[in-house]
């Protein structure tokens, strides 16, 4: 079992930063894929970022490629999304997801079937 524990959203006006966390409790840490999803209201869920267990792949959709970076540090349980120049449009609630599977890293990493644990989500909400 692993628990997740999302924090850091907030409001910040378009242009600007915030670094969400993900605090993971449980067996194993390191031995997951990472991934962080959002969904805004009426929409369906988007996949937007995935970091694999050691931290040396990292894939993002094009719509937050380099504006977001995913990071993770295992000694501490953490995964962290980097989120700079937001838009209006990345206004969402954002989860942190846990994935056993062993694949690379890829756009497939976005499939949710793949993960095995969710978080609660955290609300981000830029202003234009």
Do not use: H
């Not at 954002?94 to 969710?118: P, Q």
């Amino acid at each position: 079992q692993v628990q997740l524990v999302e924090s850091g959203g907030g409001l910040v006006q378009a242009g600007g930063s915030l670094r969400l966390s993900c605090a993971a409790s449980g067996r194993s840490f390191s031995s997951y894929t990472m991934g962080w999803f959002r969904q805004a209201p009426g929409k369906e869920r988007e996949f937007v970022a995935v970091i694999s267990w050691s931290g040396g792949s990292t894939y993002y959709p094009d719509s937050v490629k380099g504006r977001f970076t995913v990071s993770r540090d295992n000694a501490k349980s953490t995964v962290y999304l980097q989120m700079n120049s937001l838009k209006p449009e990345d206004t969402a609630i954002y989860s942190c997801a846990a994935s056993s599977t062993r694949a690379i890293i890829s756009r497939l990493s976005g499939d949710v079937a793949r993960y095995d644990y969710w978080g609660q989500g955290t609300q981000v909400t830029v202003s234009s």
